[in-house]
T-cell receptor, first 114, second 111 residues
Framework: QKEVEQNSGPLSVPEGAIASLNCTYS??????FFWYRQYSGKSPELIMS????GDKEDGRFTAQLNKASQYVSLLIRDSQPSDSATYLC??????????????FGKGTHLIIQP | NAGVTQTPKFRILKIGQSMTLQCTQD?????MYWYRQDPGMGLKLIYY???????DKGEVPNGYNVSRSTTEDFPLRLELAAPSQTSVYFC??????????FGPGTRLTVT
């Protein structure tokens, strides 16, 4: 059973539009949720973290979390060609109170068309 | 701050050889992690550490070993390299359970 699921895309969005990326997770005990951006051949770069239900905004990015429905989303407003990348959703299970790593989805490939 | 640094950037190994991937962070983070990323796949956790002298297995630990003698360093050891270990390896660090920051990665090919 996949634990973190994302649509692999590619998701094509015109420049200036809103890009909407979605992610669902299976473990109801998940506590922390992250979005990473990864350019081809580069390492993941953290762009948003969210820990409680609702919306969190940072510049052109908005993360949305709904724990009851077990989904987290990322909105990118005024999309730019430089936003073209793979976006990874990651979840921290924090099982038993101990530390463990992030569980990643396979990523959504986003293409912003000029 | 340099953040998380990894060496080498690239390496080609022959089957059966061994090597150590180095990872250093200067953010005074207590938690450190090793992930591998295969093409078209998400990152998989190999090992993690919550502090000097404390390490634990992640999802895919077979064929790897780690040690954590200092807060800054978290080397990953590959013994008896196999083609299945061809991957990109990322080290990351965090302050407790919070945001993880990744190094630039090591691209390893085993032939």
């Amino acid at each position: 059973q996949k634990e973190v699921e994302q649509n692999s895309g590619p998701l094509s969005v015109p420049e200036g539009a809103i890009a909407s990326l979605n992610c669902t997770y299976s473990d109801r005990g998940s506590q922390s949720f992250f979005w990473y951006r990864q350019y081809s051949g580069k390492s993941p770069e953290l762009i948003m973290s969210i820990y409680s239900n609702g919306d969190k905004e940072d510049g052109r990015f908005t993360a949305q979390l709904n724990k009851a429905s077990q989904y987290v989303s990322l909105l990118i407003r005024d999309s730019q060609p430089s936003d073209s990348a793979t976006y990874l959703c990651a979840v921290n299970k924090r099982s038993g109170g101990g530390a463990d790593g992030l569980t990643f989805g396979k990523g959504t490939h986003l293409i912003i068309q000029p | 701050n340099a953040g998380v640094t990894q060496t080498p950037k690239f390496r080609i190994l022959k089957i059966g050889q061994s090597m150590t991937l180095q990872c250093t962070q200067d953010m005074n983070h207590n938690y450190m992690y090793w992930y591998r990323q295969d093409p078209g796949m998400g990152l998989k956790l190999i090992y993690y550490s919550v502090g000097a002298g404390i390490t634990d297995k992640g999802e895919v630990p077979n064929g790897y070993n780690v040690s954590r003698s200092t807060t800054e360093d978290f080397p990953l050891r590959l013994e008896l390299a196999a083609p299945s270990q061809t991957s990109v390896y990322f080290c990351a660090s965090s302050f407790r359970y919070y945001e993880q920051y990744f190094g630039p990665g090591t691209r390893l090919t085993v032939t």
